[in-house]
């Protein structure tokens, strides 16, 4: 089992800035990528941004691209993503999840933090 927490949501104008973590903890031997998605009120659940985590490579929607940052800390388990230039869109319940290398889809996830941006 894997345990993700996620944590920096908040509320922030448009054009602001946040930045979002989560820590994973448990059997994290086996993480072969960590995501974000996110979930607006009414919509389907969105992929957002992606990394691998043995290479470090990084993946984003077209939506993310330019905007946000996502990164890794391997030492400390925990991925972040660095939201820029935040858009009203933007606002949705942001989730943490993990493919493991065993899995073929991401099979953990976190709680979600809520991120809302204001016009």
């Known amino acids: 089992q894997v345990q993700l927490v996620e944590s920096g949501g908040g509320l922030v104008q448009a054009g602001g800035s946040l930045r979002l973590s989560c820590a994973a903890s448990g059997r994290t031997a086996g993480t072969n990528r960590m995501g974000w998605f996110r979930q607006a009120p009414g919509k389907e659940r969105e992929f957002v941004a992606a990394?691998?985590?043995?290479?470090?490579?990084?993946y984003y929607a077209d939506s993310a691209k330019g905007r946000f940052t996502i990164s890794r800390d391997i030492a400390k388990n925990t991925v972040l993503l660095k939201m820029d230039s935040l858009k009203p869109e933007d606002a949705a319940v942001y989730y943490c999840?993990?493919?493991?290398?065993?899995?073929?889809?991401?099979?953990?996830w976190g709680q979600g933090t809520q991120v809302t941006v204001s016009s």
């Open positions: 990394v691998s985590w043995r290479s470090g490579t990084t």
């Open positions: 999840a993990v493919r493991t290398a065993d899995a073929s889809t991401y099979n953990y």
